[in-house]
């Protein structure tokens, strides 16, 4: 059963915490609810349209002049298993991270790294979430929707998906045209962790033999040690991509600055850390009005208490000047911007 409500308060629906509203907020659990939803109300179709799962990579600028749609597709199905491998259908609405806890209690390797990401499982695709040296694309088979426009069902496959770094034929063709209904897994049985991402297999040893269990953990409590819980400090994670630049620019970076996080990529490109690069420019823990950055983890940007968007965007930009000006990098958003 589809829920209509008018101006609709967003505050607890975006983890910046921001003050904004919408016009209209539709919560649907089946693809029928969208149909009679715009049955009842045709002008529904017309409106503006932005597709919000739990918030955490959204910054609005102001009140939002149209229709917000709130998937809550629920429940896991195995659609395959065999001795290797099972591939399990997920509902949108799912949590994420309670996607992973399930997935590390039935010992299936594939998500573990992924630990803690809030937000829910039908934006891991949008976004191409990723963390310690994994992206979700590494592990989606198929991504089933519903066009809003059209009312038609799709399905794509991983290749059809065009993933790439922090985004997705969902995030920029397709973006709130198309809603995620359920996403398929491939979890493999038998898999091997990986932790050659940063000091994750420091971390993990730490906590005793290296396994699914202790790899989750691990990934927990370094998220935890770095980053604000949006319930507590509002905020979106991380604000900007690593940036991507060729390995002779990281070269003259790491001879300008020592210790620089680099991850070689292909092709003679690789990623450096943002987030030491805005540190190293002297942003860490500085405050703008309302907004600031995070005094342990630069590259999260917060809401201090009653910031508006144009705060923390401004602040986002004087970073992203800085940075452009002492090392010559430019720093791309990771956190989608709403005009309202």
Same mark, same amino acid.
């Given at each position: ?121 039908? @934006? ?5 979430? %990723? ?6 694309? *590494?592990?989606? /088979? $198929? +991504? ?107 070269? @003259? ?5 020592? %210790? ?6 292909? *092709?003679?490109? /690789? $990623? +450096? ?68």
């Amino acid at each position: 059963m589809y829920k209509l409500v008018p101006n609709f308060p967003l505050k607890h629906h975006n983890s910046f915490g921001l003050d904004v509203s919408a016009s209209y907020w539709l919560t649907i659990e089946s693809t029928e609810d969208w149909n009679s939803a715009i049955a009842q109300y045709p002008h529904l179709l017309q409106e503006k349209r932005l597709i919000v799962g739990a918030g955490t990579n959204l910054l609005f600028m102001r009140d939002f002049d149209g229709l917000v749609i709130s998937p809550d597709f629920f429940g896991y199905s195995i659609a395959y298993q065999d001795d290797q491998i099972v591939e399990l259908e997920v509902g949108a609405g799912v949590e994420w991270d309670d996607l992973v806890a399930h997935c590390v209690k039935n010992g299936w390797f594939g998500v573990e790294n992924l630990s803690l990401i809030p937000g829910k499982v039908g @934006a891991a695709p949008v976004q191409n979430i %990723g963390a310690y040296g994994v992206e979700v694309a *590494d592990v989606i /088979v $198929k +991504v089933n929707c519903l066009n809003l426009e059209n009312t038609e069902f799709k399905s794509f496959n991983n290749d059809q998906c065009h993933f790439n770094y922090r985004t997705s034929i969902f995030k920029e063709k397709y973006l709130n045209q198309l809603m995620v209904t359920t996403v398929v897994f491939r979890l493999q049985k038998q898999g091997k962790i990986f932790t050659g991402y940063g000091d994750l297999e420091k971390s993990v040893r730490e906590l005793g033999v290296p396994s699914l269990e202790n790899v989750r953990r691990a990934v927990i409590l370094t998220r935890e040690s770095k980053l604000p819980d949006p319930k507590v400090l509002g905020n979106a994670g991380s604000f900007f991509k690593n940036p991507v630049v060729t390995e002779e620019v990281a070269a @003259a970076l790491e001879d300008l600055l020592s %210790g620089l996080p680099v991850y070689q990529l292909i *092709d003679g490109f /690789v $990623k +450096v850390g943002a987030g030491f690069l805005i540190e190293q420019a002297g942003w860490k823990g500085r405050k703008l009005g309302h907004a600031a950055v995070h005094d342990m983890q630069a590259l999260v940007l917060v809401n201090r208490g009653g910031a508006s968007g144009q705060e923390i965007l401004a602040l986002s930009q004087a970073i992203q000047l800085d940075v452009l000006e002492k090392y010559g990098v430019k720093l791309e958003p990771e956190v989608q911007l709403v005009e309202g």
